[in-house]
């Protein structure tokens, strides 16, 4: 059981707007920046969104973050087939370490 | 262009060793931190420490610190994960990635994974 709660499934269909939530405390997403990663079957994470609302050079625009208090969110709209995915957030703990939310399953209907 | 990339599969048995691999490039090595990250079947993402390769700090996860050791060759650009004993529980994909500053959950690169199968 992670300290960061994201649901455990998300669906949509293509071309609708879909959001994945992550909630945590004050000692955790609450002091410090949110990150979001991309895991495809079969593959190495890959970075979404950094600093809670920032995408990395060759994401698409269809992905954002955004982040208020002790809670963050990851919304993908233009649902496409591609996007079918494992969705994690994360932050620094406050044990000194980094901490992953359980990630979110997204199926694309 | 970066790369992490990491030594391939192993099978061992309860209670042997093993070292893993992750050599980068296409980047100063020594001036970036290196995480580990496990994944057991089936289930979400672990960090389990970081190591700056230029000086060699090391920190744990709590969670990891005394059950592997986190070592970096900087001559070579390598990141090593060990193990003295391992344990079937040890089974699992394990990633090296590029930590973007010690205090933060940003990894922009990351390695292919090394999956790690442990069975009598």
């Known amino acids: 059981q992670s300290v960061l709660t994201q649901p455990p499934s998300a669906s949509g269909t293509p071309g609708q707007r879909v959001t994945i939530s992550c909630s945590g405390s004050?000692?955790?997403?609450?002091?410090?920046?949110v990150n979001w990663y991309q895991q495809l079957p079969g593959t190495a994470p890959k970075l979404l969104i950094y600093?809670?609302?920032q995408r990395p050079s060759g994401v698409p625009d269809r992905f954002s973050g955004s982040k208020s208090g002790t809670s963050a969110s990851l919304a993908i709209s233009g649902l496409q087939s591609e996007d079918e995915a494992e969705y994690y957030c994360a932050t620094w703990g406050d044990s000194l370490n980094v901490i992953f939310g359980g990630g979110t399953k997204l199926t694309v209907l | 262009e970066v790369q992490l990339v990491q030594s391939g599969a192993e099978a061992k048995k309860p209670g042997e060793s093993l070292k893993i691999s992750c050599q980068g490039s296409?980047?100063?090595?020594?001036?970036?931190?290196i995480a580990w990250v496990r994944q057991m079947p089936g289930k979400g993402l672990e960090w389990m420490g970081i190591i700056y390769p230029g000086d060699s700090d090391t920190r744990y996860s709590p969670s990891f610190r005394g059950q592997v050791t986190i070592s970096a060759d900087k001559s070579i650009n390598t990141a090593y994960l060990q193990w003295s004993s391992l344990k079937a529980s040890d089974t699992a994909m394990y990633f090296c990635a590029r930590q973007t500053s010690m205090i933060d959950s940003s990894f922009d690169y990351w390695g292919q994974g090394t999956l790690v199968t442990v069975s009598s």
């Open positions: 296409g980047y100063s090595f020594t001036s970036h931190w």
């Open positions: 600093s809670n609302d």
């Open positions: 004050s000692s955790n997403i609450g002091s410090n920046t």
